[in-house]
């Protein structure tokens, strides 16, 4: 399982669209200065004339430009949110489909024991799905956090904020397992289960289960010659049960992919490019590992 490397192709596929999405934000920002400049010189007015009219005038000006010529920041983040997901999905594979008003359950995951405790805050946004040889993709970011931190594994701030994606195939058959790529999940796993300490099978891969067999060595392995290149300050986190496989990229607690602004460009390549490797990780072990030998 080899990940595509990001090409100045690639990358120009990833930007393909911004330019309107830019074109919006830059009218929105200059809306913004318009009416800024405006109220100042209003204030201005009425500080040195006192007249009050000056301001009534100014005010009703704004309300009229705003209404002819104003332009919602939601429409713009929006565009910038759906042009980015489309280019990106595109790239990884033309089957795959975007409902950007869904995402995976809460159900979905805690069944398979990725989290295994009910947070006291859920979400989640951008469900990207399919079927692919008989194998049923879907993919979300997700966030939710706890206010008793009590045997939750997570990360130091006891918050889950990752991409997730949910891997369904009738002709798997898995042991509850777990795998996680976090030091902190392992202890807390070891200190309920003592007899599951394995060592450390790989420096970089610790993983916990009540029954490690070929599928999950194979699996483990796979994603943790591909560990090496993800930045450290992420992890992987793996659970299945039967024929369903949810897998895991958790970022630290303030992370987002995507942050638009309209004081910034929107041609933030390394953003994006960051948005494809993940995606294309986790597309990669839902795809071509194979969990059947």
């Excluded at 990001?6 to 120009?12: D, F, G, K, N, V």
């Excluded at 400049?37 to 009219?53: H, K, N, P, Q, R």
């Excluded at 879907?138 to 931190?149: A, G, L, P, V």
Aim: glycine share 4%; aromatic share 12%.
């Amino acid at each position: 399982m080899v990940a595509q490397s990001i090409t100045p192709s690639t990358t120009a596929q990833l930007l393909a669209g911004l330019n309107q999405v830019e074109s919006i934000r830059k009218k929105i920002r200059l809306n913004y200065t318009v009416i800024g400049t405006v109220l100042l010189i209003g204030l201005i007015i009425e500080a040195v004339t006192w007249m009050s009219i000056a301001v009534a005038i100014i005010i009703l000006f704004v309300l009229v430009y705003t209404n002819w010529y104003g332009i919602p920041v939601s429409k713009f983040e929006k565009s910038f949110i759906e042009t980015i997901t489309k280019n990106t999905v595109g790239l990884i594979h033309p089957a795959l489909q975007i409902d950007y008003q869904s995402h995976l359950k809460l159900s979905e995951i805690t069944n398979t024991g990725l989290i295994n405790a009910t947070p006291d805050y859920f979400s989640g946004k951008n469900l990207i799905f399919g079927e692919i040889n008989h194998t049923s993709i879907r993919i979300s970011e997700i966030y939710c956090h706890w206010k008793n931190t009590t045997h939750v594994r997570t990360d130091a701030k006891h918050v889950f904020n990752g991409l997730v994606a949910k891997v369904e195939n009738a002709g798997f058959n898995f042991e509850d397992l777990a795998i996680s790529t976090n030091k902190q999940d392992l202890i807390i796993a070891l200190q309920q289960q003592p007899e599951l300490q394995h060592g450390n099978w790989q420096n970089k891969v610790y993983y916990w289960s009540k029954l490690l067999d070929e599928k999950s060595i194979q699996f483990t392995k796979a994603f943790s010659q591909q560990f090496a290149d993800f930045d450290t300050k992420k992890h992987i986190k793996l659970g299945a049960s039967g024929n369903t496989l949810m897998i895991a990229i958790i970022h630290p607690s303030g992370f987002n992919y995507f942050n638009p602004s309209i004081f910034k460009t929107v041609f933030d390549s390394k953003a994006m490019e960051t948005y494809y490797s993940d995606l294309q990780f986790l597309f990669s072990c839902a795809t071509t590992v194979d969990y059947s030998s």
